[in-house]
């Protein structure tokens, strides 16, 4: 089975019907099951069905398509023995949730629903096409709050309301209001913690902005949340936001027991959340590539570097073509290499940088609103990626 080929969901979904009937997992049981496998956190590096016995060699975004099928499916499957219409409803649940948004999924949701439909919203949801990132600048950042569908979906199950893209704006508000918190709890803030900040206001897909004038979690609506995913779910992320190189400052140890408190979760349930994110990225050190960083919230620059520098490298010859009729820019790029560049320069470099982007289709999404936090990384990645090409312009001016 191939998550990345047409007609997967198909393939797999007995398995996953098989695997439940078996092992009866029960709500708490299955988050645990997804917690371990890093798609709460994510980062997929594992299933709950296949575990470690993969058929194929699968990437991070191929599991995280399983893991959010599976607990889609079993959310339904918690509330319905029948699940003959769960395609049915999961298609109608994102036609609702994204009604006003019809270049991201209502194209393609048609009279008839279908698993071929929900594998296309799943791929999009996922953020792995390339022309949907150049439109969703908002899509980019992180695939961490992926389980955010699930929990309005389950939601959307209980009350089989059309409110359902209102509950996803305020849930996921609160999740970015508790996320901006946790991280203000540190008692010493690094550039990566600014700068996860801005990725995520970025990345808000129902809320414009985030507001920082909320400081006290007395005034969070925490109540409304009454879900075993929702609250586990809350937790979690709040966990991943202060864990700091194997320890806790006594600021967020405090923060976290008086969010788990306020969740009605005993002490043992939130130091259990805390061990959990730190087992997680301690096992999986080596494997992934952002967690050799001692902070996890480092993975949202890094995942965001690793975007920037696959768009150089495929537009490679273009770009270069381009950088060509611009020998001040390429001047200038070569100088921020050696030293910082004055503020006029940066100035200089942004416009014609910006210019070229216009040119290079590919490279349309700095053009975007928000896109101007990710020019930084194209300026330095453009040096190391086309190295000839400022070698030789460094060469002239060392000549003149």
Same mark, same amino acid.
């Given at each position: 089975m191939n998550p990345s080929a047409p007609g997967w969901i198909l393939k797999h979904k007995p398995l996953i019907t098989k695997w439940l009937l078996a092992n009866q997992p029960g709500a708490d049981d299955f988050?645990?099951?997804?917690?371990?496998?890093?798609?709460i956190y994510g980062v997929s590096v594992s299933t709950c069905v296949y575990k470690n016995h993969e058929p194929l060699k699968w990437d991070e975004t191929e599991r995280a398509k399983i893991n959010l099928f599976d607990a889609l499916f079993f959310t339904y499957h918690l509330k319905y023995d029948n699940t003959n219409l769960f395609f049915k409803e999961v298609n109608t649940f994102y036609t609702l949730l994204n009604s006003q948004e019809k270049s991201y999924f209502s194209g393609f949701i048609k009279a008839k629903q279908t698993a071929a439909d929900l594998e296309k919203?799943?791929?999009?949801? /996922?953020?792995? =096409?390339?022309?949907?990132?150049q439109r969703n600048f908002s899509n980019l950042i992180? =695939?961490?709050?992926?389980?955010? @569908?699930?929990?309005?979906?389950?939601?959307?199950l209980d009350h089989k309301s059309e409110d359902v893209k209102a509950y996803a704006a305020q849930f996921e508000a609160l999740l970015?209001?508790?996320?901006?918190?946790?991280? =203000?709890?540190k008692q010493q803030k690094d550039n990566y913690d600014k700068l996860l900040l801005k990725l995520f206001e970025k990345s808000l897909r129902y809320n414009s902005n985030l507001d920082k004038t909320i400081t006290d979690l007395d005034k969070l609506e925490l109540?409304?949340? *009454? *879900?075993l995913f929702a609250r586990r779910y809350i937790l979690d992320l709040a966990a991943l936001a202060v864990w700091d190189d194997l320890k806790m400052d006594s600021n967020e140890l405090e923060f976290l027991e008086e969010l788990g408190s306020k969740l009605n979760f005993e002490t043992q349930v939130t130091q259990n959340a805390i061990s959990c994110v730190q087992e997680f990225i301690v096992s999986n050190r080596n494997e992934i590539s952002y967690l050799n960083y001692s902070n996890p919230v480092k993975h949202f620059y890094n995942q965001t570097s690793k975007t920037v520098r696959t768009l150089i490298i495929r537009n490679k010859k273009r770009l270069l073509l381009e950088l060509s009729g611009s020998k001040d820019l390429v001047i200038l790029l070569g100088y921020s290499t050696v030293r910082d560049l004055s503020k006029a320069e940066k100035k200089r470099v942004k416009t014609q940088l910006l210019d070229i982007?216009? %040119?290079?289709? %590919?490279?349309?999404?700095?053009?975007?609103? &928000? &896109?101007?936090? /990710?020019?930084? /990384? /194209?300026?330095?990645?453009?040096?190391?990626?086309?190295? %000839?090409?400022?070698?030789? =312009?460094?060469?002239?001016?060392? @000549?003149?």
């Amino acid at each position: 089975m191939n998550p990345s080929a047409p007609g997967w969901i198909l393939k797999h979904k007995p398995l996953i019907t098989k695997w439940l009937l078996a092992n009866q997992p029960g709500a708490d049981d299955f988050y645990t099951q997804l917690v371990k496998t890093g798609f709460i956190y994510g980062v997929s590096v594992s299933t709950c069905v296949y575990k470690n016995h993969e058929p194929l060699k699968w990437d991070e975004t191929e599991r995280a398509k399983i893991n959010l099928f599976d607990a889609l499916f079993f959310t339904y499957h918690l509330k319905y023995d029948n699940t003959n219409l769960f395609f049915k409803e999961v298609n109608t649940f994102y036609t609702l949730l994204n009604s006003q948004e019809k270049s991201y999924f209502s194209g393609f949701i048609k009279a008839k629903q279908t698993a071929a439909d929900l594998e296309k919203i799943i791929q999009n949801r /996922l953020q792995t =096409n390339e022309a949907l990132l150049q439109r969703n600048f908002s899509n980019l950042i992180t =695939n961490a709050l992926l389980f955010l @569908d699930v929990v309005v979906f389950e939601w959307y199950l209980d009350h089989k309301s059309e409110d359902v893209k209102a509950y996803a704006a305020q849930f996921e508000a609160l999740l970015m209001q508790l996320i901006w918190m946790a991280l =203000n709890q540190k008692q010493q803030k690094d550039n990566y913690d600014k700068l996860l900040l801005k990725l995520f206001e970025k990345s808000l897909r129902y809320n414009s902005n985030l507001d920082k004038t909320i400081t006290d979690l007395d005034k969070l609506e925490l109540t409304a949340y *009454t *879900t075993l995913f929702a609250r586990r779910y809350i937790l979690d992320l709040a966990a991943l936001a202060v864990w700091d190189d194997l320890k806790m400052d006594s600021n967020e140890l405090e923060f976290l027991e008086e969010l788990g408190s306020k969740l009605n979760f005993e002490t043992q349930v939130t130091q259990n959340a805390i061990s959990c994110v730190q087992e997680f990225i301690v096992s999986n050190r080596n494997e992934i590539s952002y967690l050799n960083y001692s902070n996890p919230v480092k993975h949202f620059y890094n995942q965001t570097s690793k975007t920037v520098r696959t768009l150089i490298i495929r537009n490679k010859k273009r770009l270069l073509l381009e950088l060509s009729g611009s020998k001040d820019l390429v001047i200038l790029l070569g100088y921020s290499t050696v030293r910082d560049l004055s503020k006029a320069e940066k100035k200089r470099v942004k416009t014609q940088l910006l210019d070229i982007c216009k %040119s290079v289709p %590919s490279l349309a999404i700095f053009m975007l609103p &928000g &896109g101007g936090v /990710l020019l930084p /990384l /194209l300026i330095k990645f453009i040096p190391e990626l086309l190295p %000839s090409a400022f070698n030789e =312009n460094r060469t002239e001016e060392e @000549d003149i």
